[in-house]
Structures are given as C-alpha cells and as structure tokens.
C-alpha cells in the first residue's frame, strides 16, 4: 500500500501514520476533507520554503561571500522573507484550526 | 558627510549599491508553478489513499510540471549575458543534496511496495522535484553573479 510512501513525500509522515492508525485517512470518513486541507497547508509551505526562501538564503550567502557584497543585492533577497511571511502566517492559522477540528469531531 | 563616510566604509559608492536589474527570464516564478504542480500531484494521490487511486490527473499534473520546466529550461538558454558558469556550479551541487533526498524517498516507495505505474508516476514526480528546486537556487544564485563568474 502506498499510503506511507506518498503522504512522507508530504514532509509528514509522523502525522499520516498516526492518521491511518486512526482511521482518519478512510476517504469516507467525516475527517478525510479536514486531512486534504492539511495536506494542502503543507504543500503550500513546501513551495514557499523550497521555491522562494532556500534560494534566497543561499543566493546571499553566496553574495556575503563576494570581496565587496552589495547590500542593494542583499536586501532585495531578503524582501522575499518579508512578501512569505504573511502567507507563511496564515498557514500557522490553517494549521491551528485543521488540528482544533480533527481533535473536536 | 555621515552618507559618505558609510559609502566609503562600504567601500562603495551610491551608484553602484544597487541591485543590478538585469532582464533575467522569469525563471523563479515557473519553477514555482512546477513545484506547486508536483507538490498538488502528491496531495491528490495521499487524498486518494488507501484506496486505488486513478492516475489520469496525476499523470496531466506531471505532464504540466514537466511542460513547464521545459518552457523554464528554453527561456534561460536564450537569455543572454547569463552568468551560466556559476549556474551549473551551484546546479551540480544542489542536484547532488536533492538527489540524495529524492532517492531515500524513492527507496522508502519502493521498500514500501509501490509498483508499476504508481511508482512510475511518484518517480517522475521525484525526478521534477530534485531538478526543480536545484535549478531555482542555481537561477537565484547566478542572477546576481557577474557573466563571467
């Protein structure tokens, strides 16, 4: 069964197992569209982390490194973190809620 | 007075503290629809579990991805002016760290018992996922390297 594979591709294996274990991956389950949310709440953090933020860290460790570093080059890297942290924020409060429900139903 | 004395500290002057606005293609934001793509195909079929799950949106999920890595691919080879040394230097290393990890989980799927056509569609997933992010830390990396570097 590929139930573990692909929900640790998810970057939450912990969790789905302890799903599973629960039943809370039944597809006919009241739970299942709670889990879809959270897979989607992590799959939106994974893009913001892998697509905008670890280029952004490193593209500036690379520019630190330079003999004469631009500063210009370096703030404009980190304006990334600022535009993410707002979503990065809400996400926190999607997260907050999944949970508060999947605990209460 | 207290500007210039900063700008000589920088060893710099206000001219050239600025971000070079060179007209690089708009590579980030592709790769960022392709990862999204890959990232939607794995929520559909971890939404699916455990039941069979039918691959036709997962194949077009991955198809998109690919198309759009190709389109990313094209436009940056046509860019000229490009620092494309330092591109694959950074690319090489990156791909080398997500290859890694793209092969513990392709590991963990097969020892897991994925077969056939699941697992040809989780491993071209795979594959999208460790060239994509490389290839945007090499792409943000060489923007802002000189041509040459």
């Not at chain 1, 490194?65 to 707002?86: C, H, Q, S, W």
């Not at chain 1, 924020?89 to 997260?95: F, H, K, W």
Request: net charge positive; aromatic share 8%; proline share 6%.
């Amino acid at each position: 069964m590929p139930a573990p594979s692909v929900t640790r591709n998810l970057r939450q294996s912990p969790s789905s197992q302890l799903a599973r274990h629960l039943g809370y991956l039944d597809t006919g389950g009241s739970t299942h569209g709670w889990l879809i949310a959270s897979y989607s709440v992590v799959g939106v953090m994974a893009v913001i982390a892998l697509g905008v933020l670890e280029p952004a860290n490193i593209a500036v460790l690379f520019e630190m490194r330079k003999e004469r570093p631009n500063p210009a080059v370096i703030e404009r890297l980190m304006r990334r973190f600022i535009y993410t942290a707002g979503i990065t924020g809400l996400m926190q409060v999607a997260t907050l809620i999944i949970m508060t429900r999947l605990a209460t139903i | 007075m207290a500007t210039e004395v900063q700008e000589e500290r920088n060893g710099r002057g206000a001219e050239e503290a600025t971000a070079p606005s060179a007209a690089a293609p708009p590579c980030t934001p592709l790769a960022m629809v392709a990862l999204a793509l890959i990232v939607s195909g794995g929520a559909y079929m971890a939404s699916n579990i455990p039941h069979r799950v039918p691959l036709g949106p997962a194949w077009a999920l991955l198809g998109c991805a690919a198309a759009t890595m190709a389109a990313n691919v094209l436009l940056l080879a046509r860019s000229k002016g490009f620092a494309f040394r330092r591109f694959f230097t950074v690319f090489r290393w990156g791909l080398l760290a997500y290859a890694v990890s793209a092969g513990m989980i392709e590991y963990v799927f097969v020892y897991d018992g994925v077969r056939g056509a699941t697992l040809a569609v989780l491993s071209g997933m795979l594959l999208l996922f460790a060239l994509t992010v490389p290839f945007s830390i090499a792409f943000t990396v060489a923007r802002y390297a000189e041509p040459n570097g």
